[in-house]
Structures are given as structure tokens and as C-alpha cells.
């Protein structure tokens, strides 16, 4: 009986200890992206994502689906493709010879769902390479509800010649799981790649959380104690 209560109490306590606190999705990013290297420390558990799409095989892997747009390489649109500067093999300042995700209307936006098997995926990224004006950013979870609305700015510089200094990486996390994020800009096309998912971090506790774990583990030992000796 007494090791039933004490295990019966530490699954409530863990219980509480995620859903109570309610975590809220945190965005990484807008930050500096010229090849998978420039993942976000923190994003990952383990530091790298499940899938990795960087569109080189000219397809959108299986687990996803994208709302609008379509896949360009240099055959189709020549120096006009803004590729992450790595994917041609070398970080040269010039993306114009990988491939990237594009729509021509940035204000409509690309939504990149999650339609695979198993889980949701609790890290979700995407790298900008190309459009003007404000970005918005945002992130669904299971139930299509938004847990993520921002607006970013100052880093587009509005060029299409491929150059890549603009390229950044726009990520979020929620431990609840992340179905699909939307990139969208304020006017004109837009350019995305490397989309990528897997599994984040383990959050770590809020001190109040903690103060109750640790408070409760004590009245624990104390009804352990009365039970030994009474």
C-alpha cells in the first residue's frame, strides 16, 4: 500500500508538473542560417532534427505537405533561385545553384503541414531565403489552434539575385506538438527552405513547479517515517 501511494503521488506530481504550468510555444530565431550548422543550440534534443528537407532531390519529403508553391531550381529560373548558401556544396555567399520552395505571392503564404505517421513533431523550422517587406510567422498545433502569431523585420533586403546574407532561420517549439507553421510576407513572393522537424528539448520545470515537486517529495518522506515508526 504504502509503495502504491508514494508511486500513485510522484505520477501526479509529474502530471501536474506539464500541464499545470501550461508552456507556452517559444519561437527561435530570426537568426543567421547558411547551412544545417546554424540550427538554433537548444532547438533539438539531441542537436538535429528527424527530417531535414533541403529539396535537392527536387521533392517534398513524404511527411510533409505545403499549402501553395512549388519546388525551383536553377533550370527553371537561373540566377533568380535563392537556395540555403550551402546546398551547392560550398558557402559562397551565392544560393543561386540549390534548389528552394516558392510562391509568387508572399501574401497568401506557405502553410508546411506535418502528414506523417506517429507523433506530432515538438520542434518545428524553416529557413527564409528571399522576399521584402515584414514576415509573419506562425504555428498550429494538432487541434489547428495558432500558438504562434509574430511579425519580423529588417532582415529582407528585397534582392533576387540569390545572394544569401538575408537567409534566417524561423523555428518554434511546444511540447505539446507543432502541426504545421506559415510563413508569409507583406508583399511580393517568397522563397523558403530547409524544412525540418523532430523532437525538442525537454523543457525545463518552472521554480514554482519545482518548489511543489520538492515539497511534495518531503511530505512524502514524512508520511514514509510515521508509517516506519507509528
Same mark, same amino acid.
Given at each position: 500500500?504504502?509503495?502504491?501511494?508514494?508511486?500513485?503521488?510522484?505520477?501526479?506530481?509529474?502530471?501536474?508538473?506539464?500541464?499545470?504550468?501550461?508552456?507556452?510555444?517559444?519561437?527561435?530565431?530570426?537568426?543567421?542560417?547558411?547551412?544545417?550548422?546554424?540550427?538554433?543550440?537548444?532547438?533539438?534534443?539531441?542537436?538535429?532534427?528527424?527530417?531535414?528537407?533541403?529539396?535537392?532531390?527536387?521533392? =517534398?519529403?513524404? $511527411?510533409?505537405? #505545403?499549402?501553395? @508553391? %512549388? +519546388?525551383? /531550381?536553377?533550370? &527553371?529560373? *537561373?540566377? =533568380?533561385?535563392? $537556395?540555403?548558401? #550551402?546546398?551547392? @556544396? %560550398? +558557402?559562397? /555567399?551565392?544560393? &543561386?545553384? *540549390?534548389?528552394?520552395?516558392?510562391?509568387?505571392?508572399?501574401?497568401? @503564404?506557405?502553410?508546411?503541414?506535418?502528414?506523417?505517421? *506517429?507523433?506530432?513533431?515538438?520542434?518545428?523550422?524553416?529557413?527564409?531565403?528571399?522576399?521584402?517587406?515584414?514576415?509573419?510567422?506562425?504555428?498550429?498545433?494538432?487541434?489547428?489552434?495558432?500558438?504562434?502569431?509574430?511579425?519580423?523585420?529588417?532582415?529582407?533586403?528585397?534582392?533576387?539575385?540569390?545572394?544569401?546574407?538575408?537567409?534566417?532561420?524561423?523555428?518554434?517549439?511546444?511540447?505539446?506538438?507543432?502541426?504545421?507553421?506559415?510563413?508569409?510576407?507583406?508583399?511580393?513572393?517568397?522563397?523558403?527552405?530547409?524544412?525540418?522537424?523532430?523532437?525538442?528539448?525537454?523543457?525545463?520545470?518552472?521554480?514554482?513547479?519545482?518548489?511543489?515537486?520538492?515539497?511534495?517529495?518531503?511530505?512524502?518522506?514524512?508520511?514514509?517515517?510515521?508509517?516506519?515508526?507509528?
Amino acid at each position: 500500500m504504502l509503495i502504491r501511494s508514494v508511486v500513485s503521488f510522484l505520477v501526479v506530481v509529474s502530471s501536474v508538473a506539464i500541464s499545470s504550468q501550461g508552456w507556452a510555444a517559444t519561437v527561435f530565431g530570426p537568426t543567421a542560417y547558411l547551412s544545417s550548422a546554424d540550427i538554433p543550440a537548444g532547438f533539438y534534443q539531441g542537436g538535429a532534427p528527424l527530417v531535414l528537407d533541403d529539396l535537392e532531390d527536387n521533392n =517534398l519529403d513524404a $511527411s510533409l505537405s #505545403a499549402s501553395a @508553391g %512549388a +519546388i525551383i /531550381g536553377p533550370a &527553371q529560373f *537561373g540566377a =533568380l533561385v535563392d $537556395s540555403v548558401d #550551402a546546398d551547392d @556544396g %560550398a +558557402i559562397n /555567399g551565392n544560393g &543561386q545553384n *540549390g534548389r528552394s520552395w516558392f510562391n509568387g505571392s508572399g501574401a497568401t @503564404g506557405v502553410t508546411f503541414t506535418f502528414v506523417g505517421a *506517429g507523433p506530432l513533431p515538438t520542434a518545428f523550422g524553416i529557413v527564409w531565403t528571399d522576399g521584402s517587406g515584414s514576415i509573419t510567422f506562425q504555428a498550429f498545433d494538432g487541434n489547428g489552434v495558432k500558438i504562434v502569431d509574430q511579425v519580423f523585420s529588417g532582415f529582407p533586403d528585397g534582392s533576387s539575385s540569390g545572394t544569401t546574407a538575408e537567409d534566417r532561420f524561423l523555428g518554434v517549439t511546444d511540447p505539446g506538438g507543432v502541426k504545421a507553421i506559415r510563413v508569409s510576407n507583406s508583399s511580393g513572393g517568397i522563397e523558403l527552405d530547409h524544412i525540418q522537424y523532430g523532437t525538442m528539448m525537454a523543457p525545463v520545470p518552472e521554480p514554482t513547479t519545482c518548489a511543489l515537486m520538492l515539497l511534495g517529495l518531503a511530505g512524502t518522506g514524512v508520511a514514509v517515517r510515521r508509517r516506519l515508526h507509528g
